[in-house]
T-cell receptor, first 118, second 116 residues
């Protein structure tokens, strides 16, 4: 089945530094990838939609200068949390849509990245 | 706007008993509904979906869901619960996000605990 690899699984960084999270589709090409943020005991909040070769579309209230998204190829999207602060600590999950599948097909999710900012 | 509601934060069931995790939806037009499961510190795994056709949808790991248009519900069910089914379950609806793009809107999730 379709596999989405998200790296790293865990990251601890100091306040003020930047962290990059990678999301790769291993056995399919993804024209669209989604980035979510999940707070403890809460649902997934869509942060942005990234389309290969174009700028990401951010949801209302998400700072695009703080959460930089790059989708430079059909198999890789990255999320960079710039100048991280403790309130950015969260679980970040990516998902991808196979370019060969329809909009009714399920998304494929990465295993998430636990970010802790100290 | 498309939305789903999961009225229960937590569901407890004894192992071997049937389980139900509730979901209701609000959509304009035909609903495209999904169930996903999340284990601790992991991403989401797809269980099943309803697009059209039979109201009873069968999915992974013995789960099924019943689409009920009159009640606008899409409850997840399993005849006999396993301890390994304990996880967080999300109902989701496909929604149009503009410019020919679609996304999933998730419910808040229901924590299922299966008691041995």
């Amino acid at each position: 089945g379709a596999v989405v690899s998200q790296h790293p699984s865990w990251v601890i960084c100091k306040s003020g530094t930047s962290v990059k999270i990678e999301c790769r589709s291993l056995d399919f090409q993804a024209t669209t990838m989604f980035w979510y943020r999940q707070f403890p005991k809460q649902s997934l909040m869509l942060m942005a939609t990234s389309n290969e070769g174009s700028k990401a579309t951010y949801e209302q209230g998400v700072e695009k200068d703080k959460f930089l998204i790059n989708h430079a190829s059909l198999t890789l999207s990255t999320l960079t949390v710039t100048s991280a602060h403790p309130e950015d600590s969260s679980f970040y999950i990516c998902s991808a849509r196979d370019r060969e599948s329809s909009y009714n097909s399920p998304l494929h999710f990465g295993n998430g990245t636990r970010l802790t900012v100290t | 706007a498309q939305s789903v509601a999961q009225p229960e934060d937590q569901v407890n069931v004894a192992e071997g008993n049937p389980l139900t995790v509730k979901c209701t939806y609000s959509v304009s037009g035909n609903p495209y509904l999904f169930w996903y499961v999340q284990y601790p510190n992991r991403g989401l795994q797809f269980l099943l979906k309803y697009i059209t056709g039979d109201n009873l949808v069968k999915g992974s790991y013995g789960f099924e869901a019943e689409f009920n248009k009159s009640q606008t519900s899409f409850h997840l069910k399993k005849p006999s619960a396993l301890v390994s089914d304990s996880a967080l379950y999300f109902c989701a609806v496909r929604s149009y996000s503009g410019a020919g793009s679609y996304q999933l809107t998730f419910g808040k999730g229901t924590k299922l605990s299966v008691i041995p």
